[in-house]
């Protein structure tokens, strides 16, 4: 069920530009694959699907996002 107000977008956000301050490049997320709404914010958000993990009745979708340029080792 979705309050349609943003909330979750605005902590989402929040959230990135903190992880992005303390140095972090990427950021995983999951979320239960018939969380459909979850899944649209973090495709509009810029995550990009990166595979699954099979747990006991239920079916998880990975999400990878990019939030600064990877240095070169």
């Known amino acids: 069920m979705s309050s349609g107000n943003g909330v979750a977008r605005q902590l ?3 959230q990135h530009e903190w992880v ?15 969380n459909l709404a979850m899944a649209r914010l973090n ?6 699907v990166c595979g699954t993990r099979a747990e006991p009745h239920r079916l998880q979708v990975l999400y990878l996002k990019q939030l600064r340029e990877l240095l070169a080792s």
Do not use: I, K, P
């Open 43 to 48: 495709l509009q958000e810029g995550f990009e």
């Open 12 to 14: 989402m956000r929040l």
């Open 20 to 34: 992005r301050g303390q140095g972090y490049a990427l950021l995983e997320t999951s979320t239960d694959q018939g």
